[in-house]
């Protein structure tokens, strides 16, 4: 997928007359790209179109007109755009009660690390987490982590043809896994190039 550029985004004027349309349009195209795993973990699987909604809600949220602010956005959010050999998500970790987040956040340190993606007849791919900055202290792990999983071209074949796609947690204190539905699979699988 290409880097969203400064060109191709929308001045805050235009943004603002379009905002309400364009946000129910991404919201509509994050409905098969999010995945529920177990009752604790979502991840929002990212792609150009989530990433340009991000972007212009936080040039218009910090009413960022300026080319170094708009450029500095880019460079921040570019990165989580797939470059079609791979997955790339926003993990949440959600709980809703504020002491149960916080000892559930102290109990699953590295569980950024225990997230895969597993095609049918292969082996297990592991996220690679956190790219951009640690967000894991000595004593809890962030509700928030930013997650890319690299597939073979075999992998992403198989993917692409149907065979069915698990994603899953595995971390001692925290084992899910889900297969993903067809509508899923196949709004992920747009991701390879």
Known sequence: MPAITRDSLLTLEAYARERKAFRARVLAHKRDRTVHVGEHVTLLFEDELTIRYQIQEMLRIEKTFEEAGIQDELDVYNPLVPD???LKATMLIEYEDVDERRDALAR???IEDAV???VEGFPDVRAIAD???ERETDDKTSAVHFVRFELTPAMIA???DGRDVAIGVDHPEYRAQVTLSPASRAALAADFA
Request: a positive charge; aromatic letters at 14%.
């Open 84 to 86: 079609g050999r791979n």
């Open 108 to 110: 699953l340190r590295g």
């Open 116 to 118: 895969y993606v597993r």
């Open 131 to 133: 790219e951009d900055l």
């Open 158 to 160: 198989a993917f692409k």
